[in-house]
């Protein structure tokens, strides 16, 4: 099986970021490619600053693999993919009593079919053995990995308050202490993001880094805080989101 063992600098990511590349889905993004890429290249100049080579990580929320093949990228010794690879009813739920959360993202997605996006994304990762789909319930599936050993998480599963907060504490135990929590959709403007950036700034004391282009986010796990009362009431064994 091919292990990916080497990471690659943001030059050569660049001339290899075509539409080919990422099996044409850039386009679809908001503007023409050039737009598109500089959106990409963001996220990827964060990625190879702080996920290293050999690191043991978890995506929380992986949807088509787009985002994965950037970890990938980084040469990870494993990689977790964690998607529930179906519609969140809590999606369901919030499209109706809050319609500017509606994401067009998802809405594709379904058209598609989830079992079809699922079996892509394990088709194109399947000759890489250091990676590993999980699909369930982001909270559920988080009791497979240890406590403290992985590198770091990259969280972009549910944008609503308690999904995301549930998502953050669920996967905060599994990281190294000195290890880095990450994620998506951090914006005040942005209707998918606002309630993610809520909850970020609740938990963290301090972020290292946020690009506001991409929306991406990135804190130490020593900076993390849960206030004792959400200890509690996020116990998470058998949590519903995802």
């Not at 529930?84 to 999606?91: C, F, G, I, Q, S």
């Not at 499209?95 to 079809?116: A, S």
């Not at 914006?187 to 929306?215: C, H, M, N, Q, W």
């Amino acid at each position: 099986m091919k292990k990916n063992t080497t990471s690659i600098t943001t030059v050569e990511f660049v001339k290899n970021l075509t539409p080919e590349s990422f099996g044409a889905q850039l386009p679809h993004l908001p503007g023409e490619l050039p737009d598109a890429a500089k959106w990409w290249i963001s996220r990827w100049e964060m990625y190879s600053k702080y996920f290293h080579e050999g690191d043991r990580g978890i995506e929380v929320g992986t949807a088509e693999g787009r985002n994965a093949r950037f970890l990938l990228a980084t040469a990870p010794a494993e990689l977790a993919l964690v998607d529930l690879w179906n519609t969140n009813p809590d999606y369901e739920n919030y499209k109706i009593h809050k319609p500017e959360m509606i994401d067009t993202l998802v809405e594709r997605m379904k058209l598609k079919g989830w079992d079809n996006i699922y079996t892509a994304v394990k088709s194109y990762f399947i000759s890489n053995e250091e990676v590993q789909l999980y699909r369930g319930y982001s909270t559920e599936v988080s009791s497979q990995f240890a406590e403290e050993a992985y590198d770091w998480v990259y969280i972009d599963a549910a944008h609503d308050y308690e999904g995301a907060m549930a998502d953050i504490i669920a996967y905060s135990s599994k990281i190294k202490p000195g290890g880095y929590i990450a994620g998506h959709n951090y914006s005040p403007t942005e209707a998918s993001g606002v309630e993610v950036k809520e909850v970020v700034d609740l938990l963290f004391r301090e972020l290292i880094y946020v690009d506001p282009l991409s929306t991406n986010w990135i804190a130490h796990k020593r900076d993390l805080d849960i206030p004792s009362h959400l200890k509690e009431l996020w116990t998470i064994k058998n949590g519903g989101h995802g």
